[in-house]
């Protein structure tokens, strides 16, 4: 489609990409084994995104919800992942979740096969009823529910 500009010239509509939407992808193991975990598949491939979001130990709504909530907190609050960044706007009563990058991305194949495998990955940390995270000595829950990658 031609479309004019200010001074009636012709010019070319420019050309936005459409990106798919980005899917929050939720693991476990029907053994009970294995930690479930949750993580996003395309949100790096979105604009202004250059990470996927995960979390450990949560159900699969419950997870769904808390990656959904803090990716929009950042975009909202125009913040980027930083280690031990803080998210006031993911769960109720006052708590907060926490951030750190992940060092083993191996579990996230969905989003290392789309968006390459050095795509960083912020694993979402929830606090016990204390208000304490898993890299904390205070934490009071089963470490292995959130285990640290």
């Not at 995960?54 to 609050?77: K, S, W, Y």
């Not at 006031?88 to 968006?115: I, N, W």
Request: net charge negative; hydrophobic share 40%.
């Amino acid at each position: 489609m031609t479309l004019c500009d200010s001074n009636n010239q012709a010019v070319m509509e420019p050309v936005v990409p459409v990106l798919p939407e980005h899917t929050v992808r939720w693991i476990f193991d029907p053994d009970g084994k294995e930690t479930p975990f949750a993580y996003t598949v395309g949100l790096a491939a979105r604009p202004i995104r250059s990470y996927e979001l995960a979390t450990f130990g949560l159900p699969g709504r419950l997870a769904h919800a808390v990656i959904t909530c803090a990716a929009e907190q950042l975009v909202r609050d125009l913040l980027d992942p930083t280690e031990g960044l803080e998210l006031d706007e993911v769960l109720h009563g006052g708590y907060v979740v926490r951030l750190r990058r992940a060092q083993d991305t191996s579990k996230f194949t969905g989003a290392r096969e789309l968006s390459g495998p050095h795509v960083p990955v912020w694993q979402i940390l929830t606090p016990d009823k204390w208000g304490h995270f898993p890299d904390d000595r205070n934490f009071t829950d089963d470490p292995d529910a959130q285990p640290l990658v």
